[in-house]
């Protein structure tokens, strides 16, 4: 009984040392991290523009690292600060022949933020779906909500009872349609605040990608690859979204951000629908976030992770116009981080940016570790024979060493033996 509960200890102790040392190591050590610059894109000058901090506050500085007071800096940058401008009368009358005026300004603005945590998050199952073509000026939340089984249930809010009729009647329509259940994605925005309602994109089990609206009380579900025009058919039904991320703006022109089963960034523009990857070379969506700004010149796409900042400038047509990456200093890159990589065969992290979800997450140290474990290993046993302690009874200790390097060489010591 002695031999189990301390097994018990040993596995509890490592998975617990392996999350804090590591981490009071890093804090001990690693310097601090810099904040990654903030990106903008002059339509004047046609290149990036940086908010950049430091110990010493904020620089607003452009590509070759020239400084700029604050008036100059927005004065570059007329469509990020046109209300700046519009209030010191120097917002200018056009732009490469585009007439500037402040309604044109504010409808084309655009924005996106996409996090890692966005794509494992706890979701409720309930959506209300809006009633799209009500006639009246405002959307209006309804009274039920929908819930994808293996089939359509609407769940009436005020006596939780299923509406029995509207139910059967989008089961038809999502068997009309060729869906099939379950639904891998259910995406959409659940909420008035919006211009109009796009109703919510789904992921059937098959990996088609379904559009579903409420028009005037009944279904219109249609599959996207119908909707497109023929030549990019294809292209909507080899993607296999694994995340999607509906927009809802005034122009109608962004209908949806997503990511292909390729793992690749994808924009859905225009009433058809028009499948647009992103170019960038550095974006993995697990580990990296994505901003899109747009506005009524052009788009800019940043990609923010541990190892760097890319920016990309996009025109209207969304063609590049111009590219910027800058490598951030990482820890784990750093001679610190490679020793840590060495002393602790793994780390243990109970969060994680890329999930909402608590759980433990390993990190693995480097092949340096294996061979440290090792020689802990043979100091461990040969002070157990020295102490003449070496048995049966002290085979945990020797494994948890095995595994744990450091972390079990510590339990080892401290604990008192099992006999």
């Known amino acids: 009984m002695k031999t189990i509960a301390r097994i018990l200890f040993l ?3 490592i998975f617990l040392l392996a999350h804090y040392l590591p981490e009071g190591y890093r804090l001990l050590v690693a310097k601090k991290r ?37 008036e100059d800096f927005e004065q570059l940058l007329p469509l990020d600060n ?26 084309e603005r655009l ?26 000026v405002r959307l209006a939340m309804p009274d039920d909500f929908m819930r994808l089984s293996d089939r359509v249930e609407f769940v009436i809010a005020a006596s939780n009872v299923v509406d029995t009729a509207k139910s059967d009647r989008f089961t038809r329509a999502f068997a009309a349609a060729g869906f099939l259940f379950p639904a891998q994605i259910i995406a959409g925005n659940a909420t008035t605040l919006k211009p109009y309602d796009e109703g919510y994109f789904l992921v059937d089990k098959s990996g088609a990608t379904f559009q579903l ?58 009433k058809d629908y028009r499948l647009v990857p992103l170019p960038l070379d550095h974006y993995e969506p697990k580990h990296a976030s994505l901003a899109l700004r747009g506005d009524l010149l052009n788009r800019l796409v940043t990609v923010t992770s541990d190892e760097g900042v890319e920016a990309v400038a996009l025109n209207r047509n969304y063609e590049v ?20 990589a060495v002393i602790f065969p793994f780390t243990l992290s ?49 494994v948890a060493v095995g595994v744990g390097g450091i972390l079990g060489v510590i339990l080892a010591l401290i604990l008192p033996p099992a006999d």
């Open 34 to 70: 810099p904040r990654p610059p903030i990106v903008f894109y002059s339509c004047l000058q046609k290149e990036f523009f940086f908010y950049r901090y430091s110990d010493h506050g904020l620089a607003m500085v452009d590509e070759r690292g020239t400084n700029y007071v604050r």
């Open 321 to 340: 116009v111009r590219r910027f990456h800058e490598s951030l200093p990482d820890f784990r890159e750093s001679p610190a981080g490679k020793v840590r």
């Open 11 to 13: 596995t509890v102790g």
């Open 213 to 270: 609206r409420q028009v005037r009380g009944e279904p219109e579900l249609k599959r996207i690859s119908a909707m497109v025009a023929p030549d990019a058919k294809a292209q909507w039904e080899t993607l296999k979204p694994k995340f999607i991320m509906v927009q809802e703006g005034e122009t109608h022109e962004l209908r949806a951000f997503l990511i292909g089963a390729d793992d690749r960034a994808y924009l859905a523009v225009g």
């Open 82 to 107: 046109y209300l700046q401008l519009l209030k010191n009368g120097t917002l200018p009358a056009s732009i490469d022949g585009v007439d500037l005026t402040v309604d044109k300004l504010k409808r």
């Open 111 to 136: 924005s996106l933020r996409v996090r890692p945590d966005l794509m494992d998050s706890p979701v409720i199952p309930l959506y209300p779906l809006l009633e799209a073509e009500s006639g009246r």
């Open 350 to 398: 109970f969060e994680s940016d890329a999930s909402n979800f608590y759980g433990c997450a390993l990190e693995f140290g480097s092949r340096g570790a294996l061979l440290l474990n090792v020689v802990w290993l043979i100091l461990v046993s040969g002070w157990f024979a020295f102490r003449k302690q070496l048995g049966i009874r002290r085979l945990p200790d020797l």
